[in-house]
T-cell receptor, first 114, second 112 residues
C-alpha cells in the first residue's frame, strides 16, 4: 500500500487566497484525521471523520477552515481566506475504526502564507 | 484524557538501550498508554500501546508500573535512525473517542 497520500507537499500562497489541501487515506481505513503542527502550538487535531461523516471538528480554528470527505478515498481541508498565521505543516492520518490508536500519518503539506 | 509529563530531551549512545519515561499519575482504569514518535520532517509514527501489562513488539518494549502512574518506552538497541521526538499519550479507547492529543514529547538524540 502507498500509505496516506497528501498533496501538495509544499504550498506558498499570498494572504487572502484560498488554499485547498488534499488527502487520500489508506484503502480500507474508515477514520480520517486532519492535524496542524506549528512550533508554538505543537501538533493539534483539527477534525476527524468516521465513515466520511465529521465526528469532531472542535479543533477547527475558525470559519475560514472547512473540511470535507465526499467519499472514502478522498478528503480536503480548505482555508479561505488564508492568513499568515495559518502557516504550518498540515498532516492527514487514517486508521481503522476501533483501532484508532494506530493512526497512519501522511508526509504532510507545508503551507506558507505570505 | 489524563495528562502526561515527559522530559523535554534525552541523549543515548548508539547501540545502547534508550529508556524514555512518562508520568501519567492521574490515569484512570480504562485509559491506555500509547507511544508515537516523529522523525524530523515526517508525520508521527505509532510505536506501541498498552493498558497494564508490559508489551513488546518489533520496535520497542513498554513497561507500565503496577500502579499505572508511569511507564517507560525502551528501544533496546538504539540506532541513529531512532533520533526523533517521542510522544506518550493516554486516552480512553472506545468508539467515538478516536482523538489523540499530542503533548510536547521527548526529543531523543542518538549519539554516534
Amino acid at each position: 500500500d502507498a500509505g496516506v497520500i497528501q498533496s501538495p507537499r509544499h504550498e506558498v500562497t499570498e494572504m487572502g487566497q484560498e488554499v485547498t489541501l488534499r488527502c487520500k487515506p489508506i484503502s480500507g481505513h474508515n477514520s480520517l484525521f486532519w492535524y496542524r503542527q506549528t512550533m508554538m502550538r505543537g501538533l493539534e487535531l483539527l477534525i476527524y471523520f468516521n465513515n466520511n461523516v465529521p465526528i469532531d471538528d472542535s479543533g477547527m480554528p475558525e470559519d475560514r477552515f472547512s473540511a470535507k470527505m465526499p467519499n472514502a478515498s478522498f478528503s480536503t481541508l480548505k482555508i479561505q481566506p488564508s492568513e499568515p498565521r495559518d502557516s504550518a505543516v498540515y498532516f492527514c492520518a487514517s486508521s481503522l475504526t476501533g483501532e484508532a490508536y494506530e493512526q497512519y500519518f501522511g508526509p504532510g503539506t507545508r503551507l506558507t502564507v505570505t | 484524557d489524563a495528562k502526561t509529563t515527559q522530559p523535554p530531551s534525552m541523549d543515548c549512545a548508539e547501540g545502547r538501550a534508550a529508556n524514555l519515561p512518562c508520568n501519567h499519575s492521574t490515569i484512570s482504569g480504562n485509559e491506555y498508554v500509547y507511544w508515537y514518535r516523529q522523525i524530523h520532517s515526517q508525520g508521527p509514527q505509532y510505536i506501541i500501546h498498552g493498558l497494564k501489562n508490559n508489551e513488546t513488539n518489533e520496535m520497542a518494549s513498554l513497561i507500565i508500573t503496577e500502579d499505572r502512574k508511569s511507564s517507560t518506552l525502551i528501544l533496546p538497541h538504539a540506532t541513529l535512525r531512532d533520533t526523533a521526538v517521542y510522544y506518550c499519550i493516554v486516552r480512553v479507547a472506545n468508539f467515538g473517542n478516536e482523538k489523540l492529543t499530542f503533548g510536547t514529547g521527548t526529543r531523543l538524540t542518538i549519539i554516534p
